[in-house]
């Protein structure tokens, strides 16, 4: 009868409607794709013309070129600064782009927290140098060893560091503590600088947030921290935040250790 006929007609529709939706949806991902990969090739190419040029501004900040007189070393900061941030900008870009694929391709290895310490410690030494900072290590001696990616779990760290130095004034001090707490390695970052108001601390690990005032003064992308979550959870870690204006921040992570066999 018609009633049934409608209804198949109705179905019909309903089909077509789902192909060219399926079909909309299949090209809308292939398009997603090609803007990811493309992101990606391009923060890849962006990163080695940045090193460059921070290498030329490293060899003008150790007067190797001879001396800058006070303006000149006012703009060689500058450019110093502004480099470092660029830096920042591709290498969260990168990183994105593998979170955002769900591509996060971990390499676990069994490594002392140590290691993982050292390599990003080396990473923002410069930086830290930059506004004499000084960086206070407190590892614990005979930490365990953990399972992971040592370059992902130090580009947290990196991240931490390099927010810390950021928020901290000109010859300031940042303490990095490592220690066993709850059958974990937890390492932290405290800095004693401007701090975080409590009503943004829940949002501090969400993508593309930033503190309203640090976003006009500082620019940025406030993808650091939401990237490092992504890392540490998928090495089924923690990550956290204690804070207070006026008085500083402090940003942990902690892994788990392989138990002794
Ligand atoms: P980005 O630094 O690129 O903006 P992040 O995800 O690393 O992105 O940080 C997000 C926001 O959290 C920052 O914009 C800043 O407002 C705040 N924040 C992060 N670390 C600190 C810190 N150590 N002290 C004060 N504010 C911080």
């Known amino acids: ?35 990811t990969n493309f992101m990606a090739t391009i923060s890849h190419e962006l990163k080695t013309p940045i090193a460059a040029i921070k290498m030329s501004l490293k060899l003008l900040a150790d007067k190797r070129v001879g001396d800058l007189n006070e303006e000149q070393d006012y703009l ?8 470092d941030r660029l830096l920042k900008i591709t290498s969260e870009l990168l990183e994105l782009t593998q979170v955002e694929t769900g591509k996060i391709q971990l390499k676990f290895q069994q490594t002392s927290p140590q290691a993982i310490i050292d390599y ?7 930086l830290a140098l930059q506004k004499n900072i000084r960086i206070d290590m407190q590892v614990d001696d005979g930490l365990p060893k953990v399972n992971a990616d040592v370059e992902k779990t130090a580009w947290v760290l990196v991240n931490f560091l390099s927010n810390a130095i950021r928020y901290s004034a000109e010859h300031s001090s940042i303490e990095l503590k490592a220690t066993v707490k709850q059958k ?5 970052v405290r800095d004693f600088g401007k701090g975080i108001e409590d009503k943004y601390l829940e949002r501090i690990f969400d993508r593309y947030f930033q503190v309203p005032t640090d ?35 402090k940003f942990y992570c902690a892994l788990p250790f392989i138990h002794d066999i």
């Open 184 to 188: 974990m390695v937890e390492i932290s």
């Open 1 to 35: 009868n018609s009633n049934t006929e409608e209804k198949a007609v109705v179905k019909t529709v309903k089909d077509i409607g789902s192909v060219i939706l399926l079909k909309n949806i299949t090209r809308f991902h292939e398009l997603d794709e090609a803007k």
């Open 76 to 83: 060689m900061r500058n450019m110093q600064e502004d480099s």
């Open 215 to 249: 976003l006009k003064e500082k620019g940025g992308t406030g993808l650091g921290l939401a990237i490092s979550k992504d890392f540490i959870e998928a090495q089924n870690g923690k990550i956290w935040v204690e804070s207070a204006i006026g008085e500083g921040s």
């Open 120 to 126: 990003a410690f080396n990473t923002v030494r410069f």
